[in-house]
């Protein structure tokens, strides 16, 4: 059973940080991409990030850039998103998801159920 389970969402004030993880079943993330996407209530889906399957490759929309890093464990077979200095457009449910390469959502074989990250004042 290939599976992707997101976790560490969390609440945290305005400026804060949050560690994301992307762990990986029924298959070895090493040979993956990995993607990050968003959404919140009444807005579209967005990419984030994305890792390529080397680890040598990393994509950030310019709306994060700066702010958020993405990194590979392979011994753990887990991907992380790291988030920093988080901000009013950050909040949402973010999900993980598998492909050959960082060409896009459309390519994405396997998606994650999510994990909602908040922002408060």
């Known amino acids: 059973q290939v599976q992707l389970v997101e976790s560490g969402g969390a609440l945290v004030q305005s400026g804060g940080s949050l560690r994301l993880s992307c762990a990986a079943s029924?298959?070895?993330?090493?040979?993956?991409?990995i993607g990050w996407f968003r959404q919140a209530p009444g807005k579209e889906r967005e990419g984030v990030s994305c890792i390529s399957s080397s680890g040598g490759s990393a994509y950030y929309t310019d709306s994060v850039k700066g702010r958020f890093t993405v990194s590979r464990d392979n011994a753990k077979n887990t991907v992380y998103l790291e988030m920093n200095n988080l901000k009013a457009a950050d909040p949402a449910v973010y999900y993980c998801?598998?492909?050959?390469?960082?060409?896009?959502?459309?390519?994405?074989?396997?998606w994650g159920k999510g994990t909602l990250a908040i922002v408060s004042s």
């Open positions: 998801a598998s492909g050959a390469e960082c060409s896009g959502p459309s390519t994405m074989r396997y």
């Open positions: 029924g298959f070895t993330l090493n040979y993956n991409a």
